[in-house]
């Protein structure tokens, strides 16, 4: 956990000393095959400014940004770095997270003021109807905010973080010894089979027959505060699930997960995810991996 935490605080910093918007790419499913790398990077996983998710609100203008995913693995098998505009006028700044010629993802800076125009001209292609391109290029210009940093400035320590995402790809079950590895498992298999209910401490471990010590450390070596905080946390993996596999509204997923009521749900959701329920259930039900 503490790996995720020094690469989300480098994020971060990168976000609120620039102003960038920076996305993990995605692109074999790396990210869904640990429950820790899914939980803590789920937060840049995909563009959710208001912008981006206007253009996808549309079936054709999505199927678009899909596609542009393979056109990303070429230049990524080529390229340590480069320079990119989407279909939608979004210029990014492109670091592939690769072996080789095996890309696992890529890190997406954006919005760069590269070329203006060309980034104008592409928002106006990207809407058919002139009341989704008028609200299109007022999106663009209050929630596509261009930064101006040189790039050269950030391709070294973006370069080292992909190596680190790398090492961690690689190595992501080799991270905690095995008897820690039992304990965190059992207790998470524990708090899901009991997910409607209420989940305190002493319950656990007269269940589990681990004493407070050790339940604490579990908690701990998570990168949670405290038990409710570890609760929440899977409540919200389990809502993702839900959200993707089944029918049910995202009203009936809290409700079956325990949550105090639909409100509480909404906003832990938006809190961990920067994004709603419902948003998450549009934008993420048809993604694809290559």
Known sequence: MRDYKNIIQYIEFLKSTYGLEITIKDY??????????????????????PYCMFVKEKDDSYSKCLKN?????????????????????ICELIIPIKEN???YGSINISHFNISPKKSQQLVGNTFKTEERKTEGKRKFKVFARSTFVDCSTLVPGLKLLSSYLLLLIKNSSQNKDNVEIADEEKLRNYIQENISHKIVADNITTNLKIS?????????????KNIRAYVNTIRIEMS???????????KEIALSLGFKGYKHFENL???KLNI???????????EKHY
């Open 28 to 49: 074999k499913g790396f990210v869904y095959e640990n429950e820790t790398m899914e939980f803590m990077l789920r937060p840049y996983l995909a563009h959710t400014n």
């Open 69 to 89: 995913n393979r056109l990303l693995i070429d230049e990524c098998i080529k390229k340590d770095f480069f320079l990119h505009y989407c279909h939608a006028g």
């Open 101 to 103: 010629k095996k890309v």
């Open 212 to 224: 407070r010590n050790q339940l604490t450390n579990i908690i701990k070596n998570s990168g949670m």
């Open 240 to 250: 993702e699930k839900l959200l993707l596999n089944t029918s049910k509204s995202p």
């Open 269 to 271: 959701f938006k809190e």
């Open 276 to 286: 709603s329920p419902d948003d998450y259930r549009k934008y993420y039900i048809n």
